[in-house]
């Protein structure tokens, strides 16, 4: 993990709290250290303050989403105005916490950006055994993911179905990933909300539903097979038919 924060006693807290969670923690207290660290060392996460002198935590976000580099970004901000946080996701950070924070809400955080990037393994469904729990031929490369026609080009965050280029949002685009990682697997609800979202709505939400309709919008083809099947009551699955 990469922690830059130009508050040293902030710094300073951070990093033994999170060396006590477990993670191997490098401290930086600067945007361009931070640039620096990450060349070097890629980490698996990042935590970045917002407002740090030079280069700040937004443009440092914005660097590396410029270089294709799609590590999990958690953002450390002061700044409480919807703008602000707008401005943090546009940047290409992935979810932030504001200042004062409880450390273990930084620590779920965290846990969820982290669950976001691994696939989920075979089985953990929960669906039992049968012909959805089998999972398809997928090919996956540091930089690409392919399976049942559609590939992805994870760090330009591209994706086409055969030759058709698909328009996603960042939303449509990590969630065709998590399916296309485990297709031919049975991902249920709370699966899915827990790898996209980081926590879940509950039965009543609508939310998965509603993005999975504009995925299959927009995968969709005429005379082609559909690519995402709803398993009534469990969940979704990506498979061609």
């Not at 191997?24 to 407002?51: F, S």
């Not at 700040?56 to 700044?79: F, K, S, Y």
């Not at 691994?118 to 930089?143: E, F, K, W």
């Not at 609800?189 to 509603?210: C, E, M, Q």
Request: glycine letters at 8%; a negative charge.
């Amino acid at each position: 993990m990469l922690l830059a924060e130009d508050d040293r006693a902030i710094r300073h807290a951070l990093e033994r709290a999170l060396t006590l969670e477990g993670y191997a923690v490098t401290a930086v207290a600067d945007g361009v250290e931070a640039l620096a660290q990450a060349h070097k060392t890629p980490p698996d996460v990042l935590l970045l303050d917002v407002m740090m002198p030079g280069i700040d935590g937004l443009q440092v976000c914005r660097v590396l989403r410029a270089e294709g580099n799609r590590t999990p970004i958690l953002m450390l901000t002061a700044l409480v105005e919807t703008a602000d946080r707008i401005a943090g996701l546009d940047a290409g950070a992935d979810d932030y916490v504001v200042k004062p924070f409880d450390v273990e809400e930084v620590f779920a955080r965290l846990r969820a950006l982290l669950r976001r990037t691994l696939p989920v393994p075979a089985g953990a469904s929960g669906t039992g055994s049968g012909n959805d729990s089998v999972r398809a031929d997928v090919q996956i490369s540091d930089r690409q993911v392919e399976a049942a026609g559609i590939r992805m080009d994870l760090q330009a965050r591209r994706a086409w179905r055969g030759k058709r280029e698909l328009e996603l949002t960042r939303t449509e685009f990590e969630l065709l990933e998590l399916l296309v990682r485990n297709a031919g697997i049975v991902l249920d609800h709370s699966t899915i909300y827990d790898r996209i979202w980081g926590y879940d709505f509950g039965p009543g939400s609508k939310n998965l539903a509603v993005y999975v309709g504009y995925l299959r919008r927009k995968l969709d083809e005429p005379g082609a097979p559909q690519l995402i099947h709803t398993v009534r009551g469990v969940g979704y699955v990506l498979r061609e038919d």
